[in-house]
């Protein structure tokens, strides 16, 4: 429709989406093939190597908004946008990724991945500030590396989630990490903590809590027959 080129400076138009320059990069692309339309009308950059030389190109401020809008694009797939968010410096927004990534994966039994988006959550900042939510993030995450074979791992998840809950006003939560603990610490070898472990479970997990209080003194048992 006689739009100038990207590359020439006579006047542009835009067409109430992309802005005049966008739309004439765009068309530009599409003309020499850089992008292909598909059949469902959307746009797709030909080739890897392509997108990375135009991603290449962009000045810093515009990388950021390809990033933001890749991300924001990626909506119902979060472990691709947990990399844009990352290179667009959001951590909350990519926390939220690697956390609902993380979720995906176990749902898929792939604890490893589940793993490594969890520690990447963790690395990028508390959810909340509270102690108890962050406490439970700690004990979910050492299941997760209980259950990708990372025993070590989970025990130090454990051991820095057992100081953010009392025993008394948090005696469910606390119970079950001790439980747990008993039997992280059975895994490494260690049977004189696993024990120790185990029967503060056992004492302190609350008298309503019976599926609870049944959990923890058949794992309990479980050890002392070791």
Known sequence: DGIPPRSTTRPRRGDGVLDADLRAGVIEALDHGFLVEREDHRLEVRHELVAQAIEGDLLPVQRRRHHLALAASFGSDPASALSHWLAAFEPSRARASALAAASAAEK????????AARELALEL??????????????YETAEVALAAG????ALAYLESAVGRFGEREDAEIA????????R????????????ADHRRAASIVPRDQVELRAEILASLAQTLML
């Not at 900042?125 to 700690?138: E, P, Y």
């Not at 990372?150 to 791992?153: E, I, L, T, V, Y």
């Not at 992280?184 to 024990?195: F, I, K, N, P, Q």
């Open 108 to 115: 898929l039994d792939s604890a490893g991945d589940a793993l």
């Open 125 to 138: 900042g508390a959810a909340s500030g509270a102690r108890a939510a962050d406490g439970k993030l700690l």
């Open 150 to 153: 990372r025993a070590d791992r």
């Open 175 to 182: 119970a079950s990490i001790y439980e747990m603990l008993g």
């Open 184 to 195: 992280v610490s059975r895994t490494l070898g260690d049977h004189d903590r696993a024990l």
